[in-house]
Structure formats: C-alpha cells, structure tokens
C-alpha cells in the first residue's frame, strides 16, 4: 500500500479540511521509500498538526506492515525525556536530509513517549508546559499507541522499525527485548553503555555530557531548523492550515517560539535555570540562548516571556505531588535496568524529601508505628513487584533555610545484591559526600548487616550536585 502526503496531512487535520492538500507525492511505508527525492520531508506543520500526523501515521503503519522511525525517550519519561524525542521528531520530520550519506529509514520520525497514556497525570508539569506549546495530552503518542505485548512482534516487525535513542543510550525494558537490534542513533547525555552502532549512517551518534539532553537536541538540530523556519515563510503556512493568523511570517514564529519554550522547559528544569554550576555546560547556554531567540523572533512571546517566571511556574508544578499516592510517587519518576545474570536495579527519583514521603504512607496506612513501617512497606512491595535485586530512592528539596539538599536510599533485597550495596558504600560514600541520615527525632531507616539477605542504608548526600545520572552508574558498577 502507498501513501501520499496529502494522506499523510488528511490523517493529521482532517480529511475533510479544504487546506490540507499538497502534492501528491507516492510513499510507501510512511515516507520510507519514495520516487522522489531522498531529501524530500513531510511539509512544515504546527507542533500540534505535526503530532497528530504522526500519531494517525503510526497506527496506519502498524495496521499496513509498513516501515516506522520512532524517536523514544528513557522509561522515566521525564520532561527531558519527552522534549527530546518531540524537538527531534519534528525538526527532523520538516526538514530536507542531506543525500551525502544514506537516506534516512522513513521520513517521518514518531516521537513516543516512553509510558502508558494514563501515567500522563503523574507529571503534572506536563500540562504546564504544553498550554505554552499549544498542545494537549492527547496530542502525546504513547505506548498505548503500539499493539499489546501479545501481538506487538507479529504487528510491529523488527525489521520495519528504526529506533533512535534520545536521553538514554540502551533502550530497556520489554521494548529492548525485542527491538535492541534496530537502534539506528542516539542522543543522550548518560554515561556511554555501547549498546548503539559506532556507525549510524545519516543519524546522530552523540553522547556527551550536558545538563540536559534537549540541549544536545537543540544544537543537533539548529541548522535545519533555521531552513525550515526560513522556508516556510514563503510557503503559504498560515493558509494551508488554517490558522487563524494569516501572515505567514507571523504563523512561522508563533510555531518556532511554541517549540523552543517546549525545548526550553526541560534544559531549565534540568539546570536550575542555568545556575547548577556542577550541571550547567557550554551546550545548554548556547541552546538556551538559541532558543531565546527564536521566542524573540515572535512579537506577541518576545513581550510576554519572561525566563525566570516560565522557569518557577513549571518547577512549581514538577513539585506538586501532594493529590498522588506514594506509590505513584515512586514511578513517577522512575528507571530500571537489567546489570548482570538478570539483577535489576530500580532507582525512584522524588522531588520531596523522605519524611514527607514517611507522612504520605502513615496517611494511607495508619499505623501505630512512628513512621517508619507503613512507609517500608510500601517500598518493599514496589521493589518485590518489579523483581529488584536492589531498589534506590533519591530526594531532592530544599532545606528551611533555602539550601539545595539531597537524601540517598538504598536497599538490597537478596544476598548478593547485599554485597554489591557493601561494595557501593565502601567505593561511593566518599565522591558522594554520604553521610548517616537520622530524622528530627534521631531515628533511622538502617537495617542490620545483611545476615536476612537484605540490608538498607539511608544517607544524606552532601555532594548535591550528583544525581541519578552520576548515582546510577556507580551502583551498577557494584552490581557488575
């Protein structure tokens, strides 16, 4: 089966929308083979027109056995995470790719957002951030969009689908199960796992350190994202799509200044607005300011925008976790990954500290204890459910006195995970800075040496410029 651009454009506004056409240019395999030009891409659309086709075009590829090119972010689907792989998607999508190298898999590039479309509500800053993007929850292409775990090798074949990789560098999971074999680039800011190709054809192979891995994006990207802005002032964007603004340079820099606050969200979130000295990199200033610009470019956002205030409103609601339950707490924000003979570590990041998330579980499970069983309780059962050889849980908040502070659980949960989390302590409590937490009234969260096959460690970790991007390794390191 072919299709055709103007499908592709019907798919995602409407078929029945006297604007949408464009020539009509044969495609087979949603844009992976054409009789056009390898440097032709899907025309210019709204962020908003630009997910909605690709989310219609998914499901036509599944359902037609045709070629697919998914952009996909880490399990945790932090705000990071989606930002990636969307800014990625869309600039590759609307751009011309260069005929010096291969061509690429597919021309248009699916962003997936690495959870199920309920999980969405764990992450209020979500909603925050899209009223800036003009763009809704269910614009997002999720894992429900992919055929259930029974049928997804036999309705999604391995060999139709291209992978690329942003904000993480070995993809997990039951979707690494099976689709390992097909990454074909990445972007990431991680420590470097050598699970992707060295030679990734007409795709990024990029893994460098940086406070946030939208900046990496932006910057990958710039170029052809300043062809396309540039290309679509002439292009009858406005009409072809009907937007309400009709100058077509206005429709052009309304679009551009809508993505780059999405982009921009996530670099600051990430950054503490360009101020964690131990974070901020020479990729996220050039991005930020990249992006600044483009915001200015737009008369309407250039007099609205304010940095700082954007940056407090959606930390603001990254922080508000208070309506969910301590178990959707911890998945919030959550990643896994498989380190030797089939040991998971789990690691739960929290934007609270431990005696608010003590008071959450006593809340849900009343209990005459002073705290402390309710609460490890329910992390034993989310440990246990996942299979965890060992389970983390790290905090961020700030202290009374408006100090950045950061706490440090670790529990091994069999023996051998014990001598690995020994080992982690031993390695790690220095570059760290661990250091014994006790609560306000002395007591602890400790458990014993290991003798029941468990042991647990609680720290406060003074060296707050290291999160899980640092933590991680180092705890995988023990498990190795």
């Known amino acids: ?11 995602g506004n409407g078929a ?25 891409a899907v025309p210019r659309k709204s962020l908003r027109s630009f997910l909605s086709t690709a989310k219609a075009a998914l499901h036509t590829a599944i359902e037609n056995s045709q070629k697919v090119t998914i952009v996909i972010g880490n399990e945790s689907a932090d705000l990071d995470s989606l930002t990636s792989s969307i800014i990625f998607a869309y600039i590759r999508s ?22 199920p479309a309920g999980d969405i509500r764990l992450r209020p800053e979500y909603t925050t951030v899209f009223r800036h993007a003009n763009i809704d929850s269910s614009h997002l292409i999720t894992l429900d969009d992919l055929p259930p775990y029974s049928s997804l090798l036999e309705r999604l074949k391995p060999a139709n689908t291209k992978w690329i990789l942003v904000d993480h560098n070995a993809i997990q999971g039951y979707l690494g199960d099976l689709y390992s074999e097909h990454i074909g680039g990445v972007i990431d800011h991680h420590d470097e796992e050598n699970k992707v ?34 290309s679509s002032l002439s292009s009858g964007a406005a009409h072809a799509q009907g937007d309400s603004i009709l100058d077509d340079s206005a429709v052009s820099r309304k ?3 809508q993505v780059a606050k999405l982009a921009q969200a996530s670099i600051l979130i990430d950054t503490a607005n360009l101020t964690s000295k131990s974070k901020v990199t020479s990729h996220d200033i050039r991005a930020v300011e990249y992006l600044e610009a483009k915001i200015k470019l737009s008369p309407q956002d250039a007099a609205e ?32 990954w498989t380190v030797k003979d089939g040991k998971t570590l789990g690691i739960s990041s929290v934007v609270k500290p431990l005696l608010f998330l003590q008071n959450k579980a006593l809340e849900e499970r009343p209990s005459n204890s002073q705290g402390g069983e309710p609460f490890l309780t329910i992390l034993w059962d989310f440990a246990i459910q996942r299979g965890l050889a060992m389970f983390a849980i790290m905090t961020t908040s700030t202290s009374d006195g408006g100090d950045f502070r950061r706490e440090l659980l670790v529990w091994a949960l069999n023996g051998e995970a014990v001598e690995a989390a020994k080992k982690f302590e031993g390695e790690a409590a220095g570059e760290l800075g661990l250091m ?27 060296e707050v410029g290291k999160s899980r991007k640092q933590v991680a390794p180092l705890l995988r390191k023990a498990m190795a």
């Open 305 to 336: 925008f304010d940095r700082k205030a954007f940056y407090d409103e959606i930390n603001t609601a990254k922080a508000e976790i208070g309506s969910l339950e301590l178990y959707d707490i911890l998945r919030k924000d959550y990643k896994e």
């Open 1 to 11: 089966m072919s299709l055709t651009l103007a499908t592709l454009t019907r798919l």
């Open 94 to 115: 609307s751009s011309a790719h260069s005929t010096s190298r291969a061509p690429p898999f597919t021309g248009l590039y699916i962003p997936l957002t690495n959870i």
């Open 255 to 257: 679009w551009d200044a």
């Open 197 to 230: 190709p060295n030679d990734t054809g007409s795709e990024p192979r990029i893994i460098e350190n940086s406070g946030s891995c939208t900046s990496l994006v932006v910057n990958y990207c710039r170029s052809a994202w300043d062809d396309i802005s540039s």
């Open 16 to 40: 029945g929308n006297p604007h949408c056409k464009v020539d009509n240019i044969q495609i087979t395999g949603i844009l992976g083979t054409r009789n056009s030009s390898a440097s032709m």
């Open 436 to 462: 014994n937490w006790r609560d306000k009234s002395g007591g602890n969260l400790d458990s014993g040496d290991g003798d029941d096959g468990t042991w647990r460690r609680v720290w406060f970790q003074k």
